[in-house]
């Protein structure tokens, strides 16, 4: 059985971006795959953060996971903090990498924008630790969305590098897993722009934990064109609203932006976006009512967590310990 990681991080309220791109795709893998997902509080603190809520949103993220369907019983979910492999095998890394390879990345030019000078040294080399979380488990397949394959073509050149200077084939190869019409869902304000939780604007995004009536208002709202909806995916090509939300609706239904748009090609924005929005409502009042349950019972979560540190960590240290005695360090 192949072994899944994929991870997220803690910082504010998972989006429905996080959720079609990702967390969804992760619980659907479960049947086939042996599967670790980590809430990334490692990466959490590249940019600032606030120290008196990272703990809560962490839980509250992991929470929300469980809800969505992860099983921490039968695979493993935990936090990057509790699993000193990450770190460790993350500055072996770092001395992998190369300064090229991570100026090439735009997920660092799009978060530090201009003031370059001002971000931190973690930001930089936040791909070389991203690496390490999987690679610290052999993990060779790994769902995210698509703003994510740099990243994992970074680390593979970072794998195939570290088993050419060591001289062993240590490393496997790693394959992204990138799934469904809705692996870039777009802010809901600009069809340029990806739904994100850094977004100024809480209208660009529908968050898990909305409550229906903001859902509905969000995307009765969202950014539209005057046309009528095509009838052909090919229709949708440069309207990238358009197509944004008919992918998540898509996306929701299990199908495609073809067989959506047989249904609503011809028909104006209004009665397609009632319907997505009852849609959105349907898939995820379930899940927001889930996770408050879950959090009523904070130890719980923790303890959950916990576990899956410490059988985490039991996989991940032998192959960190043998990583290190292949760079070459005394193991007294
Ligand atoms: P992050 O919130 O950046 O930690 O991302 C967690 C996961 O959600 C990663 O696999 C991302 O690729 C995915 N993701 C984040 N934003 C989006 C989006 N707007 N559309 C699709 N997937 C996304
Ligand atoms: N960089 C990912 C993001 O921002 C989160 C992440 C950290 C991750 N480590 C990972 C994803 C390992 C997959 C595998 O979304």
Known sequence: MQRIFSGIQPTGVPHLGNYLGAIRNWAALQTSHECLYCVVDLHAITADHDPKTLAGSTRDLA???IACGIDPAKHILFNQSAV???V???WIFTCVARMGWLNRMTQFKDKAGKDRENVSTGLFTYPNLMAADILAYHATRVPVGEDQKQHIELANDIAEKFNHDMGTDFFPHIEPMIMGPAARVMSLRDGAKKMSKSDASDQSRINLTDDAETIALKIKRAKTDPEPLPSEAEGLESRPE???LVGIYAALMDTDHAHVLKQFGGQGFGAFKSQLADLVVEKLAPIASETRRLLADPAHVDSVL???ARRAAALANPIVDEA?????FLKP
């Open 63 to 65: 929470a929300s996971l």
């Open 84 to 86: 000193h492999a990450h």
């Open 88 to 90: 460790r095998l993350g």
């Open 242 to 244: 358009a197509r944004n």
């Open 306 to 308: 916990r576990d899956g």
């Open 324 to 328: 290190e005695r292949l760079v070459g």
